[in-house]
């Protein structure tokens, strides 16, 4: 039974992962790309996506840990990984005229990967 729930819980998450995707080149930078929960806590994903993703520099705000993914002079995306219970709210921000480096599809990847 367990396994069918977890199972079932990472079906819903890559779902939602895809059904989210950015409009194109009109998309609103001011609306997140990727908003998800996970059972993972934050430290944990953190970790995950720290190992997967190149240019990733970690800070701390309050209990949130934001993850800005990119160069140092222009982040291609900002990661908020807020507590939530024992697990974690994900939003993905994609700041207007940022690079896409790494793609939309690499980062959406590797945060399916890390939730689940």
């Known amino acids: ?30 609306l997140p790309i990727l908003y998800v929960s996970s059972q993972r806590a934050p ?3 953190a970790e995950c996506l720290e190992s997967r993703l190149p240019r990733v520099r970690t800070s701390h705000v309050g209990t949130r840990t934001e993850l800005a993914v990119g160069s140092d002079s222009n982040n291609s995306y ?5 507590p939530l219970n024992a697990g974690s709210v994900i ?8 690079p896409d480096d790494p793609p939309e599809a690499e980062i959406r990847f590797d945060i399916a990967r890390c939730v689940t």
Not at 8 to 30: E, K, M, N
Not at 78 to 82: E, F, G, M
Not at 91 to 98: E, G, I, S, T, Y
């Open 43 to 45: 430290a944990y994903i």
């Open 78 to 82: 900002v990661v908020t990984l807020t």
């Open 1 to 30: 039974m367990k396994r069918l729930l977890l199972l079932t819980s990472a079906v819903a998450v890559i779902a939602s992962l895809a059904a989210c995707g950015s409009s194109g080149p009109a998309r609103d930078a001011s």
């Open 91 to 98: 939003k993905v921000m994609q700041p207007a005229n940022a």
